[in-house]
């Protein structure tokens, strides 16, 4: 299929939502059902990022799209720098650019700050679709990392608990595995980028193509541990240095 024929109609679904951020109305509903008079929303946070939750779910928890990533829970600076990534072009997936392009700074932080403080249920872990020898592999990468190829520990960053750390290292528990290969496929190829020094690039270039589809199998076959908050600020030493979390 053609980008334009997939674009397209996710361009029509996101229109309406747009409008809904920026003028506070409940946008696709709004426009759906234009004929009737609505009794207009109230304008909360909860009512203007509805747009949202089409795609993020209705808590941030994701959706059973492939993805569609979870956003609940992660750390609030991890969400606001992700937002101004998309807004400013360092990340691109057109109907997420297009959404925030008119958004400031301070709307964006408060987009943030609500889907960071939501605590929806984490899904139940993907089942393997792939042999044991692999996941072996991705949890060795995940929780060792591979020296040879100086490539340290997910979790010397991501936490023991895979929950992130505050204030800017987002969790890896909750994600699908296709979600996690795509965005590691996105900072090898150069269509994602985060703050200089970018360590995600400089991890996701060590990686080969198996040891990706390793990592990811592994991790979204993991449940959310009991307590899904991520690991206090500083309370990790990471192994390299990453512009996006404060040194
Ligand atoms: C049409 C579906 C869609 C809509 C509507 C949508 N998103 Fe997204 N969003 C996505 C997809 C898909 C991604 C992952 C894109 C990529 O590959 O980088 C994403 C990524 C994100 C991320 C980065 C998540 C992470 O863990 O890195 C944030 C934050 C986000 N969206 C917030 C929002 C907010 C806030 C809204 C409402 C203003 C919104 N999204 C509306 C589909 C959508
Ligand atoms: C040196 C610290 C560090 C290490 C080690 C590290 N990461 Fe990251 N990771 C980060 C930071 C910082 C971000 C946020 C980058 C940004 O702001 O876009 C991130 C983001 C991610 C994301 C994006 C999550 C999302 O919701 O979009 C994925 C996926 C990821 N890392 C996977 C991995 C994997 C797999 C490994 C191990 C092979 C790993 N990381 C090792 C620091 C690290």
């Known amino acids: 299929m053609s980008p334009r024929r997939i674009l397209r109609p996710l361009i029509s679904l996101v229109a309406p939502l747009g409008a809904a951020l920026l003028f506070g109305t409940t946008g696709i509903f709004s426009v759906a059902c234009a004929q009737t008079p609505q009794p207009k929303a109230p304008d909360t946070i909860e009512s203007r ?95 060792h990392g591979d020296a040879a190829k100086q490539v340290p520990a997910c979790a010397a960053c991501h936490g023991a608990k895979l929950t992130g750390m505050e204030p800017a290292i987002p969790g890896l528990v909750g994600l699908h595995s296709d979600y996690i290969s795509a965005q590691i496929g996105a900072w090898r190829s150069g269509s994602r980028h985060a703050k200089a020094p970018d360590c995600m690039h400089e991890i996701a270039t060590r990686l080969t193509d198996e040891d990706v589809n390793a990592v990811a199998a592994w991790l979204s076959t993991q449940n959310a541990p009991q307590n899904p908050v991520p690991a206090a600020a500083g309370s990790l030493k990471t192994p390299l240095a990453c512009g996006s979390e404060p040194q």
């Open 49 to 143: 990022v509805q747009g949202c939750t089409a795609c993020h779910g209705s808590h941030g928890q994701g959706t059973d799209n492939d993805y569609f990533p979870r956003l609940a829970g992660k750390p609030a600076e991890y969400l606001y720098n992700q937002l101004m990534n998309f807004r400013d072009g360092r990340r691109k997936y057109p109907p997420m650019n297009y959404l925030v392009t008119y958004l400031s700074d301070e709307y964006l932080h408060e987009i943030a700050t609500y889907f960071s403080q939501q605590r929806p249920p984490y899904p139940p872990p993907s089942k393997p679709t792939v042999g044991d020898s692999v996941l072996a592999r991705g949890e060795a990468i995940v929780l």
